[in-house]
């Protein structure tokens, strides 16, 4: 079975890829109906007999950019929510790695640290908010890096060793 990870960019990709085919073929469409409104304009100014034109073409090349536009707009709406729902799971799975959990009473999302303290991390239906919450405190509780040991001797005025070499000057000499 693949991962979700794979099944969710396939998704995407081919939601990617019907969107740009409509959205070109929308843009072609659209020339083409410039065209025949030309020629519309044309024989309406008597510029051009009426033989040369047929005026199903404008409104099959309407019903043809209608269409087009309305496979454009719905892939959008679908990549959006296909995003939305990848973010609730991912926030989900790692609420559940770390150990949260989704309580009925006290209702909501719900954490219990290495010491004890229970954690209200928001609503059940608020899984992002709590996932973000889950990890500010996650990451509050880490110790700070160390400084690198050559930062901490400069810091710190510098070794024994850096005082300067010479005899000692007193500035009453």
């Known amino acids: 079975m693949p991962p979700k990870n794979a099944t969710a ?10 969107r740009e085919q409509a ?3 929308a ?28 005026p199903f073409d ?15 707009f719905e892939a959008e709406d ?13 926030a989900l799975e790692y609420l559940q790695r770390h150990g949260a959990n989704e309580l009925v009473k006290p209702a909501g999302w719900h954490w219990i640290s290495p010491r004890g303290e229970m954690h209200c991390l928001g ?16 990451q509050s509780g880490r110790r700070p890096k160390r400084r690198d040991k050559t930062a901490e001797a400069n810091s710190d005025g510098g070794d024994v060793g850096d005082a300067p070499v010479g ?4 500035p009453q000499a």
């Open 167 to 170: 005899p000692a000057v007193s």
């Open 58 to 72: 404008v409104v099959h090349g309407a019903f043809e950019i209608f269409r087009h536009a309305a496979s454009v």
């Open 27 to 54: 843009l072609k469409e659209l020339k083409a109906l410039r065209n025949d409104l030309n020629t519309l304009e044309a024989v309406l100014s008597g510029r051009r007999k009426k033989a040369d034109f047929s």
């Open 9 to 18: 960019a396939a998704v995407g990709k081919t939601l990617e890829d019907r």
């Open 78 to 90: 679908l990549l959006a929510a296909c995003a939305r729902e990848l973010e609730a799971a991912k």
């Open 123 to 138: 609503k059940a239906d608020e899984t992002e908010k709590a996932a973000e919450k889950l990890a500010l405190l996650l």
């Open 23 to 25: 959205r070109d073929a």
